[in-house]
């Protein structure tokens, strides 16, 4: 996975002097600085270009800091952007409060100790590059989530995913295909309510020895059709493994052709004869 993040840092003031002076103290962390003159001009930088933090002016026309960032708050309240405010004038606690009160992070007085600022700064971007990192890792793991779902659907035979109860927690498309039901009717129902009756305490019983005993078996049985017939399959399980602890049984449901069903069937009744 990609682990750069650019960092975008936002300095607001309507004095120049002042923009070029957050510009050379911020210049050694090597992070793109974009300036507005503006509280108006910097709402629209917003809507457009993806910043990481804000160091804006409290002190200017038309538009304060406080009330520029109310409305970034109010226009792009998804991005959550941090807000720094600066001042030269208004430093007395009623001040700060407000800044904090409408979204702001910090709050600095001029003149300021540039080695605070960078690493407020620095601490701010490293909090935005983890979150971008994260917000990548969370993308990755839905597409991977997607294509494993593409793939096991994909998969002629019916699989599906037990608690260690037995509960149905997953079904392929294979299952809706060859039992008429959709997935959703049995997700959250039990496995026993699928089987055969009569074949009931055998594939419960491997099912429990997969779960306890962490053992692969093998199971002849048949699953309701939505016709109330019964779909004849060879039942195949294993431990379903998830972060180093059991979770319950993976079950591979592999169709019997008919002939052969018949067969293994008559051969029982032989031996029970």
């Known amino acids: 996975m990609d682990t750069s993040v650019e960092v975008k840092i936002l300095l607001v003031d309507d004095t120049p002097a002042n923009l070029i002076t957050l510009e050379a ?12 003159h503006s509280g108006l001009e910097a709402i629209e930088i917003l809507k457009t270009t993806d910043i990481s933090l804000v160091i804006l002016d409290v002190q200017m026309p ?15 309240p998804e991005r959550n952007i941090p807000i720094i405010f600066m001042t030269a004038i208004y430093q007395d606690d ?3 409060h407000k ?28 909090m935005y590059r983890q979150s971008k ?19 096991l659907d ?23 295909d060859q039992s008429g039901y959709k997935t959703d009717e049995w997700v959250g129902k039990n496995l026993s309510s699928l089987v055969r009756p009569k074949d009931l305490m055998e594939v419960m019983r491997c099912i429990k020895e997969t779960v306890t005993e962490l053992k692969s078996r093998v199971v002849e049985t048949a699953i309701l059709e939505g016709s109330g017939r019964y779909l004849p399959v060879e039942l195949h399980t ?22 052969r069903a018949a067969k293994r ?8 004869t």
Do not use: W
């Open 25 to 36: 103290v911020l210049d050694p962390l090597h992070y793109d600085i974009v300036k507005a």
């Open 62 to 76: 038309q538009l304060d800091g406080f009330e520029t960032a109310k409305l970034i708050k109010e226009k792009i």
């Open 94 to 96: 009623p001040y700060v």
């Open 99 to 126: 800044g904090y009160e409408v979204g702001g992070v910090d709050y600095f007085g001029k003149p300021f100790d540039p080695a605070i600022l960078k690493a407020k700064v620095r601490l701010h971007a490293e």
């Open 133 to 151: 990192l994260l917000q990548r890792l969370e993308k990755k793991l839905e597409e991977t989530d997607r294509r494993n779902k593409l793939l």
């Open 154 to 176: 994909s998969i002629l035979d019916i699989l599906c995913v037990t608690s260690l109860d037995g509960t149905l927690v997953y079904l392929n498309g294979a299952f809706e």
């Open 238 to 259: 294993r431990p379903f493994v998830q972060d180093g602890e059991i979770k319950g049984a993976i079950c591979v449901a592999r169709r019997v052709p008919p002939k």
């Open 265 to 272: 069937l008559e051969k029982k009744e032989s031996f029970k």
